[in-house]
């Protein structure tokens, strides 16, 4: 569901003076003429390397390239948000709630100097964590709000997951069965996530079917690549 490079390695029309061995940003993808340059491919290689607690060295050029197909979608869906006359903006609160969430995925979570030392590790800062943390939380609204109230999980569809799926795996576990009702709610709820990611799937297919996609990998597809 994702896109690759482009213009392989066009750099900045505008050349910088440059010091000798200064690295110069160039231009990996655009997607309706909005730039994605190589630094924040880099730093949301960073970033997601944070998140999934895999360290900053160990990223393979598959999941450099994931990355980049990730902000890609995420271009996309903020054109959404930028047409929209709806807010999708988290409140301070929200945002800090989920960077708490975060922080208790890393040892010495109550740690202030640790905590800052694992943020420099990533070559993070508070700042650019809690603008990503934001981002998220704003595109999840807006998925949440245009996709989310177009599904509808049934009865037979919750008792046939709860039959056919959770029964074996508690079996298997040696694990006490739970009555359907009791469970309903979790059941649904995790089926409406997998509808949704789905939906979402598909609504990302024909966003970029209608867009202009420009990368610099000759096997990228999609878009209207040129």
């Known amino acids: 569901m994702r896109k690759w490079l482009i ?14 061995g200064e690295i110069i940003d160039r231009i990996v993808a655009t997607v309706n003429g909005h730039i994605i340059l190589l630094s924040d491919w880099d730093e949301a290689v960073r970033y997601e390397a944070f998140m999934d607690g895999r360290s900053p060295d160990a990223v393979s050029q598959a ?36 960077i708490l969430e975060i922080r208790k995925q890393y040892p010495g979570a109550n740690d202030d100097a640790l905590w800052k030392q694992t943020l420099t590790r990533y070559h993070l800062s508070e700042e650019e964590l809690q603008h990503r943390v934001a981002l998220q939380l704003s595109l999840m609204k807006l998925v949440d709000d245009r996709i989310r109230p177009t599904i509808q999980i049934d009865p037979n569809s919750i008792e046939s997951y709860y039959q056919e799926s959770l029964l074996p795996q508690l079996r298997k576990s040696g694990e006490k069965e739970v ?9 649904k709820e995790l089926l409406t996530q997998e509808k949704e990611d789905q939906l979402l799937t598909a609504w990302l297919q024909n966003l970029r079917a209608s867009s202009e996609i420009r990368t610099g990998d000759a096997g990228a597809a999609g878009g209207q690549a040129q």
């Open 7 to 20: 213009s392989a390695t066009v750099l900045l029309a505008v050349a910088l003076p440059a010091m000798a």
């Open 63 to 98: 999941l450099r390239k994931a990355a980049l197909d990730r902000l890609i979608d995420q271009e996309l869906l903020r054109e959404q948000i930028r047409s929209s006359d709806s807010q999708y903006s988290p409140s301070g609160e929200e945002v800090a709630r989920r």
């Open 179 to 187: 009555p359907l009702a009791e469970v309903t709610p979790k059941i």
